[in-house]
Structures are given as structure tokens and as C-alpha cells.
């Protein structure tokens, strides 16, 4: 036997994709001064390398022979069939050094652009250049239609110091499915698997990856440069929380495509006066009814609204009307569906290897091992990739508390505390301060928002903290609620669950969240939650947005709350758009766009939300009227405005109220106005505060506080009482 051929048992490993370095044999070869070509065509019966014949070795298309130098294409035929592909074992590696050390290292944030499937040409061939980390394998394969989703075809090429595979296959380009198959470290071919850096997949319930390279002409740079050059704890900021899938749907039930949402929900947005779309999870998941946040490509649009273009161009006709986009992100666990993360190349990769640390048993998902610097890296890389590649205004992170706390949500076996007894999740503490961090630097009026529902010390500071921009009150939300569900004749007794919040309310930037979480699962929807007859609901319901709106945090209220269903959201069917047509849903969309109005216009109820020097308490203690009264501050000249709140049925009139400055004060807002489906009782556009001092105020009015009703006053010419078209006079 010459010896260039090889050997037996080498083409037994080739043909059984078993042979652990197959660009080692495959493809050309000089061998004692000759140039040996070996080539895996499975069905081919005779094959070429331009007009040099090989010579088949085995009937499954092993074939290998002497060529001349030069470049060569492959001619294939079997039977009256023939046709020419390119060599992928011709070509060379299309990752270097850098990308091995700063995986492993932990710091290459730009993972997604080297890793995944990427279109390009290589070596003057188009083609796809795959890579993969999977350090546990013994062997990787792409595979697709492309190949027959044969594994022994395309084998990739490891790179040893990292953990790293690779591969360049000629001739195939956007569009093109493809997962990964893996040999593990235990002899066993796994699950077919999903990319993690892929960029699109396929429509459930098909999950393969999908070749893609989204790329948008992007028009924002206007907005871009104003989001960087404003701190956003002084910008008004009212989000609307928006499932992407449910918002609208054809008649048939099929999504709306992107484009197709962007037509109908930006204009929305905009004329109801919010300055955020805050999406549920975009990325690719599964499961319909998880909306998203159990995710199996962390870096893939779901297919369920079209190709990832699309959200692209909403993103940008959002900031072209005015509008920020915020994107869940779900760092904290994923799901174990076997095209997934889970084992991905036979062992524990990318969740914690302690099953006490790796497995959510409440969730029934793994946990990521935040240890672990490629994961790390991984994550960080990720949360860049959406902020860069889709221009998103920010994260909101969801889980948080999970992530920080060893024992969140888990049974007394289900844990293990630190080696001090401490219960700290330190590796997950790490890992959010370097991503938080990361995006400070990296995308400059970024927003990070933590999901954190514990009383964690420090989450929006940087020193010492782990460095979010915001941080959502659940707290607060869990409080009003309980009291908004009392009955008003016991609500006295339980005053303090509307003002506990002040006590905290400066020792984190935060969002006041109204969020998908408190219409689901049974909890009804806010107006069902409340008791009384129908009036009553509304109205206090109306009563409690002004209550919010006033409070200092930045607001978020859920798709639908705005005009007050009475159904439980799901994400089986649209919203109940049909509700607008009766008046009080209309006034409750109408009070909504008139707060956000005024939310955006007075300085006083967004520039200090996040200081105490915008807050001043006038009376936090009149438990026996359920009445509630302060002062919102802008901290500059611009006018304070006096909040009255009042949670009973019952009118209270000739309330003593203490104010800043004697003369006019403008009824700028009363949710008992009739625009809004209220009795239309006030104060007759204002009131006149006389220099006679009450409350630690210098002057006072009195004031008639309508039944559950809010009212706003404002010390300012030009804004008005709201007129029977819910707009100022």
C-alpha cells in the first residue's frame, strides 16, 4: 500500500465520524513530496477532483487519490446523476489566537460576530463560516438539508487551546437551516442542537437555526446621540409593556408581522402619550404559552413575527416618532429542551454543574454557571449584541432575585448555602456588576433594568452595587394592590400599604411596575381585582393611576391596562379592543394619555423621581378618610404640584391642604372629571391659597377631594383642567 493511503482503521473513524481531527485526513495533503486528496461524498459512485479520477475505498463514498497542484472543484455522479460541490477540507481556518484567548479569558464581547453561522467569503469562495464552543466534545458536525443532515459529511475542525470548532462550507448562503451534531465526551451522539449564536430559526415547532445576517439602514442617530447625552434618572419615562404576539393578531390568529405591528403600535404609543415599548422577550423560545422567557436562542428573533429585520426597522421607526424600546433579557435560567443549551456538547456546559446550583425546580430549568468565564462572556456578549446589532434602549433583566440569592424561590433541598453560611450567589453578583459595567461603556444611555423583588442592598449603585440604571418596586406594586382590593370601608385600617413605600423610596432608582405578572394565572385583571359596583371600579381604578402617576419612580403599566379590561390577558388571543367602544373605557384611555400628557409637560413629577428632594408629604396620616397628600418638586423654578388622593366612596370637602405659595392653583387634573366617566365634581378649574401656614407649608386652600378620585394642582398658567375631550382648556 502507497503511503499516502490511508489506513483502515483511519477510514473506518472517517466513515463512522468518529476520528477526532478530520481536516487531519481529510481534504489536501502533501505526503512525501505528493499532493494526496481525500474526500467523504456518501452516494457518489465515482468522483473527480477536475479531471483526475479518485479511487473509491469503501461504498460509502470514502474516496482519495494523487492530484496536481492547483485549485480543484469536486465531480460527483452516481448512475445517470452527476454534480460538482466545493471541497470544504480545502480551505483554512477562518478564526485566529484572539479569539481562543479572549474566550477563554472571559472577555471577548464581541462573540456573536465571530461565532454562529456568518455569510462571507473566504479564500475568494462564498460560503457560511460555522464555529462553535464546545469544549467537551469529540466531535462537531453541521448539519442541514444541505447534507441530508448527515453528521459524517461536514465535521468540523477543533481548535484545541479553546474548546473552539470551526468550519467554511462553500455554496451555502442566507436561509439555510442547519443545527449542530455532537459527539460527547461519553461516546453518545447528543440531541441535534440549536446554535446558541444563531441568528434566526425556524417557525415552531420546527427548531433548527436558520442562516441570517440582519442588517438595517438605520435612521436614529439623532435619537441615539440624545439618549447618551441625558441622564435618563431626570427624563420623563412612562413605558408600555407590550407582548409582541397577543398585542394584535389577523382574524385568523396569526401574528402581526413586525412591520405590521410597527404600522399600528407606534402611532399608539405615541398618541397615548408614553415614552417607551418595553417588549417581552423577542428572542426565540419554544413554548408559546413561557411569552418568551424560557428562550433557546438568546441571539435569534422569534420567527413567529417574520424575519429579524423586522424588528430592526420598528426599533428604528420607534426612535424616528420619539419612542425608547426596552427588551426583556433572561440571563437566569434557560430550558433544558434537548435542541438546547442543556448538556450541549454530553456534559454540564453552559449551567452550573451542581444540581443544587444548575436546576431551578420551580421553574424546571437550568441555571447558568455565572462562574464559568466563557458563560460569562457568553451572557455579556449577548446583552451587547441586542443593544449594538437592534439599537434596543435597554434590558430589563428578568429574574434578578434568583440569580443573587442561592435560595430565592427554592425548597429548604433544593440549595446549598456558601461555605460561611451566606446565601449570596457571588458568581452571579460578579456577572451582573461586568455586564453592567460593560454596557455603561459600551452603549452609552443604555438603560439596565433589574426585575429584583427582595430587599437586595445596592442594585442601581455602582459602588459596591451591581450597578442596574433602574430597578422595578415590587414592593410598592404588591402593597397597592393588596389595599386597591380591599373594600373602602376597611381600607383605613390598612393606610400605611399606601405610604410604606416613601419610607424606601430613594434607596434605589426605580420603576413602579404594573407588569404582565399582575393579570395572569388567575390574579384577573386590575379593574376585576377591585370591589364595588362598576362605577366604583372604574373610579377607583382611575383614583390609583393618578395615585401612580403621581408618586415619584418612573411608571410601566401592561398592555390593555390603559382602557381596563375586564378579561385576564392571555396569549392565546388578542387584546379586547372591542371594549373602546363604550364610554368607560374610552374615559380610562383618555385619563392614561392625559397623566403621560402631564407626566412629560411638568418638570415637578419626573425630573427628581429618583431623589427625596422631589418629594414632600403634606398629610401621609389620614388613615380615618383614606386621604393621601404631597408635593411633587422639580428642585429648579418650574411649578410643584400638590397630589390629593382619596380612596373612599365618600366626597371630602373643605380639605385643608398645605402649599408651597399663596395665589391660584390649577386643577390640572381630577380623574372624577366627566371626560373620564367620573360625577364632575371639583374645584371649578382651581383653587385660591391664602397666606395662612398648614401642613409645614407657608400657605393653604381648602379643597374638595371627589370620591375616589385624585386630583393634581398645579401652580402654573397654561395648564388646564381637562375639558370634555380629556384635553386642556
Known amino acids: 500500500m502507497p ?3 490511508a489506513d483502515d482503521e483511519t477510514v473506518a473513524a472517517i466513515l463512522g465520524a468518529r476520528h477526532g481531527d478530520p481536516f487531519a485526513v481529510l481534504g489536501p495533503h502533501e505526503v512525501g513530496g505528493q499532493r494526496v486528496l481525500r474526500a467523504l461524498v456518501p452516494g457518489a459512485e465515482t468522483l473527480h477532483a477536475g479531471t483526475t479520477a479518485l479511487e473509491r475505498r469503501d461504498a460509502e463514498g470514502f474516496f482519495e487519490g494523487l492530484i496536481p497542484p492547483g485549485p480543484y472543484a469536486l465531480h460527483a455522479t452516481r448512475g445517470a446523476v452527476a454534480w460538482t460541490l466545493e471541497d470544504p477540507y480545502r480551505f483554512g481556518p477562518t478564526l485566529g489566537p484572539l479569539d481562543d484567548h479572549l474566550l477563554v479569558e472571559g472577555t471577548h464581547a464581541l462573540l456573536p460576530e465571530r461565532l454562529g453561522a456568518h455569510p462571507l467569503t473566504h479564500e475568494g469562495v462564498a460560503g457560511v463560516r460555522f464555529a462553535l464552543w464546545a469544549p467537551n466534545a469529540r466531535r462537531v458536525s453541521v448539519v ?25 462550507l462553500p455554496g451555502l448562503g442566507l436561509g439555510d437551516a442547519y443545527k449542530y451534531e455532537i459527539l460527547g465526551a461519553d461516546g453518545l451522539v447528543q440531541p441535534l442542537k440549536a446554535d446558541p449564536y444563531g441568528f434566526a430559526a425556524e417557525l415552531r415547532p420546527a427548531n433548527a437555526s436558520v442562516v441570517a445576517a440582519p442588517t438595517h439602514e438605520w435612521g436614529d442617530a439623532a435619537w441615539m446621540a440624545a439618549r447618551a447625552a441625558t441622564p435618563a434618572r431626570a427624563r420623563p419615562m412612562a413605558i408600555y409593556e407590550v ?15 413586525w412591520d405590521e405591528l410597527a404600522a399600528a403600535l407606534i402611532p399608539y404609543v405615541v398618541d397615548l402619550g408614553f415614552t417607551h415599548i418595553e417588549l417581552m422577550p423577542v428572542m426565540e423560545h419554544p413554548l408559546d404559552a413561557s411569552w418568551g422567557y424560557q428562550p433557546v436562542g438568546l441571539h435569534a428573533v422569534t420567527a ?5 429585520e423586522g424588528l430592526m426597522r420598528l426599533v428604528d421607526a420607534a426612535h424616528q416618532a420619539g419612542i425608547g424600546v426596552i427588551l426583556d433579557w433572561v440571563p437566569a435560567h434557560f430550558p433544558r429542551d434537548a435542541h438546547g443549551l442543556a448538556r450541549f456538547d454530553g456534559a454540564t456546559l453552559y449551567e452550573h454543574p451542581d444540581p ?37 434602549d435597554g434590558l430589563r433583566v428578568d429574574a434578578v432575585s434568583a440569580m443573587v440569592q442561592l435560595d430565592h424561590a427554592r425548597g429548604p433541598d433544593e440549595w446549598t448555602p456558601n461555605p460561611d453560611g451566606s446565601t449570596e450567589n457571588h458568581d452571579a453578583i460578579g ?3 461586568q ?38 418596586n415590587m414592593g410598592w406594586m404588591n402593597d397597592t394592590l393588596c389595599y386597591l382590593e380591599m373594600d373602602p370601608l376597611f381600607r383605613k385600617w390598612h393606610h400605611r400599604l399606601m405610604n410604606f413605600g416613601l419610607i424606601y423610596a430613594f434607596s434605589e432608582d426605580f420603576i413602579l411596575p404594573l407588569s404582565h405578572d399582575e393579570v395572569v394565572h388567575g390574579k384577573g385583571t386590575l379593574l376585576g381585582r377591585i370591589r364595588g359596583d362598576d362605577w366604583q371600579r372604574f373610579a377607583t381604578l382611575r383614583a390609583y393611576y393618578g395615585f401612580m402617576w403621581g408618586h415619584p419612580g418612573k411608571k410601566l403599566l401592561f398592555m390593555g391596562q390603559e382602557f381596563a379590561p375586564w378579561r385576564e390577558w392571555t396569549e392565546e388571543r388578542e387584546l379586547d379592543w372591542w371594549l373602546l367602544a363604550h364610554p368607560p373605557h374610552q374615559g380610562m384611555q383618555q385619563l392614561v394619555r392625559d ?135
Open 595 to 729: 397623566l403621560n400628557r402631564l407626566h412629560r409637560e411638568v418638570p415637578a413629577l419626573h425630573r427628581l423621581d429618583c431623589t427625596p428632594d422631589g418629594f414632600r408629604w403634606l398629610d401621609a396620616d389620614d388613615a380615618e378618610r383614606s386621604l393621601f397628600s404631597w408635593l411633587r418638586l422639580d428642585g429648579a423654578d418650574g411649578p410643584p404640584v400638590a397630589v390629593l388622593c382619596n380612596f373612599t366612596p365618600v366626597p371630602r370637602h373643605d380639605v385643608l391642604v398645605g402649599l408651597p405659595f399663596a395665589g391660584r392653583w390649577t386643577e390640572a387634573l381630577n380623574t372624577d372629571a366627566a371626560c373620564y366617566g367620573g360625577s364632575n365634581l371639583g374645584n371649578l378649574g382651581g383653587v385660591v391659597a391664602e397666606p395662612v401656614p398648614a401642613q409645614g407649608q407657608p400657605a393653604s386652600a381648602r379643597v374638595t377631594v371627589p370620591p375616589l378620585a385624585t386630583l393634581y394642582l398645579v401652580r402654573q398658567a397654561g395648564i388646564g383642567q381637562a375639558d370634555a375631550r380629556g384635553t386642556t382648556a
Open 144 to 168: 442541514g438539508g444541505f447534507n441530508a443532515w448527515d453528521g459524517r459529511r461536514h465535521c468540523m475542525r477543533k481548535r484545541v487551546d479553546s474548546g473552539l470548532w470551526e468550519i467554511f
Open 243 to 257: 407582548h409582541a404576539p397577543s398585542w394584535r393578531c389577523h382574524p385568523d390568529g396569526r401574528c402581526y408581522s
Open 304 to 308: 413567529r413575527m417574520g424575519e429579524p
Open 3 to 5: 503511503g499516502w493511503r
Open 356 to 392: 443544587k446550583r444548575g436546576y431551578h425546580a420551580t421553574w424546571q430549568t437550568a441555571i447558568f454557571d455565572y462562574g464559568r468565564r466563557e458563560v460569562a462572556a457568553f451572557l455579556a456578549a449577548n446583552a451587547l449584541f441586542w443593544l449594538r446589532r437592534y439599537h434596543a
Open 435 to 472: 455586564v453592567n459595567a460593560l454596557v455603561a461603556a459600551e452603549a452609552p444611555g443604555a438603560l439596565m433594568v433589574a426585575e429584583e423583588a427582595t430587599d437586595f442592598p445596592e442594585v442601581t449603585r455602582d459602588r459596591g452595587g451591581l450597578g442596574f440604571g433602574f430597578k422595578w
Open 431 to 433: 456577572f451582573l456588576r
